[in-house]
């Protein structure tokens, strides 16, 4: 059976309250409702035999062996054949818990929606323990892609889906939850999608002209959907792209309208996307919109336009991004940061500076805790602090948001240019902060698992929640090597390659060569 909770916490609490509960049953089994017990598929956790005690303290001992320990919960949810399930564990211990449900050591997982996508637990029952997903309310769509894991076809003959909620949320889900599922198919080539297949379909050597860029759109599912050549917004390009995307490959001299093209291209150069005019039925629309892509590509430095020999271009910006699979909305700035700092001068005698560049490939990037960030503010070397102070952060700074009370993330989505940036650069070094720490093995001279608990009780982050942190900013690091490389920035690959082998490894400089010796294994 599987438990649907709104949050990491509920899912706790959840597996907490059923141990508990079961274990009870125990006691009285022998008044026990076996109805209720058929119900929630525990009768052989009520009544199990012997071999599957063994098997979950077998599993108790293999998450104790673990690097990061045994959750308190866990030791004693497990007893009674219930677990939890959701990013706050490690992807070990998630991989352990999984292949214990299928194998039926486990009967009964508390997880939030994240299992409910690309992990294929079938059950006999799918409870929602409320009908949120985080603080959305469920909609159709979830709730029969979660409620399919109930009587899978080959598993069980039937399943059950159930939902807790009270009288009004009721009235919301026979509304809309158990509604018809007629939601249109919809294609997701917009907005910055767009750019990014055109930058990728042009660095790739698959699109040099206009006409192979419409040949490449063709093959979309965005065309496909399109039910008419050219709408009222947009029948006055209509014959010039007639022109522009079918006939671009003859000379330049015989056809004096592309000429257009380039002065379209030019005077339309803009940061931002306009797709107020576009009509999503429309394929000139879509080729209207392109070619406004293409401008913002042009504004960004990340392609050019050469006008005798008509083809599309990628600049070693646009290589870069390509190579890296940095965004294009993101590439630019990064670029533009990176020169600014080799202009400044490269730190070595801290990461701190190195790892706050790495975080520029975070998107969202998480938000500080004021007090933990205070803290550990202060525990930092001159030279980190130098670093802060680079970036206009300083602990009056921090103050000032502990106590204004702002939500940070309306300022990030918000208008005011500067408090973007003040926010997003706070953030950032907040993040670099827990990954010095990570590569540093800060606190030294301790074990792995009373490590994780350090930097739980430093910055109120568990064990699940770093691991990925660790593992997106190595390979944001090995993203960043790859675009220096092919922006002729050979000094910061190098040192980006090295902090994405620390980040991967956990260790302090003077240690990365000798863990690269085969022999030696990670343990040691």
């Not at 309250?17 to 009285?28: E, G």
């Not at 009222?232 to 671009?248: G, I, P």
């Not at 533009?336 to 490269?346: A, D, H, P």
Request: proline residues 4%; contains cysteine.
């Amino acid at each position: 059976m599987l438990v649907f909770c709104p949050t990491k916490n509920d899912c706790e609490k959840t597996a907490a309250k059923l141990s508990v509960y079961l274990s009870k049953m125990k006691a009285i089994k022998a008044d026990a409702n076996e109805d209720l017990s058929m119900a929630l598929n525990i009768k052989d956790t009520v009544d199990e035999p012997i071999v599957k005690k063994a098997e979950r303290e077998s599993l108790i001992s293999d998450l104790r062996n673990l690097p990061c320990g045994l959750c308190p919960i866990l030791s004693e949810t497990i007893k009674q054949g219930i677990a939890y399930h959701h990013s706050g564990l490690t992807t070990e211990e998630r991989k352990i818990i999984e292949d214990a449900y299928r194998k039926g050591i486990l009967c009964i997982i508390a997880a939030t929606s994240t299992l409910s996508t690309g992990i294929n637990l079938p059950a006999k029952a799918v409870i929602f323990h409320m009908p949120y997903i985080g603080m959305e309310f469920i909609n159709n769509v979830k709730y029969k892609q979660m409620s399919g894991r109930a009587g899978r076809t080959g598993f069980d003959p039937k399943g059950e889906s159930i939902i807790v909620c009270n009288a009004k949320e009721k009235a919301r889900i026979q509304s809309e939850v158990f509604s018809s599922f007629n939601q249109n198919v919809k294609s997701g080539l917009n907005h910055q999608e767009l750019s990014k297949g055109i930058l990728e379909a042009v660095s790739s050597g698959l699109v040099l002209h206009l006409s192979e860029l419409k040949q490449f759109l063709e093959q979309t599912l965005r065309w496909f959907l399109c039910t008419s050549d050219y709408c009222h917004r947009c029948n006055y390009s209509y014959s010039e792209n007639l022109l522009l995307f079918d006939k671009t490959k003859k000379p330049f001299k015989d056809a004096p309208e592309l000429m257009n093209l380039w002065i379209y291209l030019n005077t339309h150069n803009t940061l931002e996307y306009d797709d107020t005019q576009l009509n999503e039925q429309c394929r000139n629309c879509l080729l209207q919109y392109s070619k406004q892509v293409i401008g913002y590509l042009l504004c960004m430095k990340l392609l050019i336009f050469n006008n005798l020999q008509l083809k599309i271009i990628p600049t070693p910006i646009g290589k870069g991004a390509f190579a890296g699979c940095i965004p294009p909305v993101m590439a630019f700035g990064i670029y533009e940061e990176l020169q600014e700092t080799r202009k400044r001068g490269i730190r070595l005698d801290t990461d701190l500076q190195l790892l706050y560049l790495t975080t520029a490939v975070n998107d969202p990037v998480p938000l500080p805790k004021w007090n933990e960030m205070v803290k550990n503010y202060r525990k930092l070397k001159e030279a980190d602090k130098a670093i802060a102070t680079e970036y206009g952060i300083n602990e009056d700074l921090m103050y000032q948001y502990k106590f204004s009370g702002v939500n940070l993330r309306e300022l990030l989505n918000g208008p005011n240019a500067k408090k973007r940036r003040e926010v997003l650069s706070v953030s950032r070094f907040y993040l670099a902060m827990i990954l010095n720490d990570i590569i540093y093995e800060y606190p030294l001279g301790i074990g792995y698992l009373l490590f994780i608990g350090a930097l739980y009780k430093a910055y109120s982050i568990n064990r699940g929640e770093l691991q990925v942190l660790q593992n997106n900013a190595g390979i944001h690091a090995g993203m960043l090597a790859t675009f220096c490389e092919r922006t002729c920035m050979p000094d910061l690959a190098l040192l980006f390659h090295r902090i994405a082998e620390r980040l991967r490894l956990s260790i302090q400089e003077e240690l990365l060569d000798i863990m690269r010796i085969r022999s030696l294994r990670a343990e040691k």
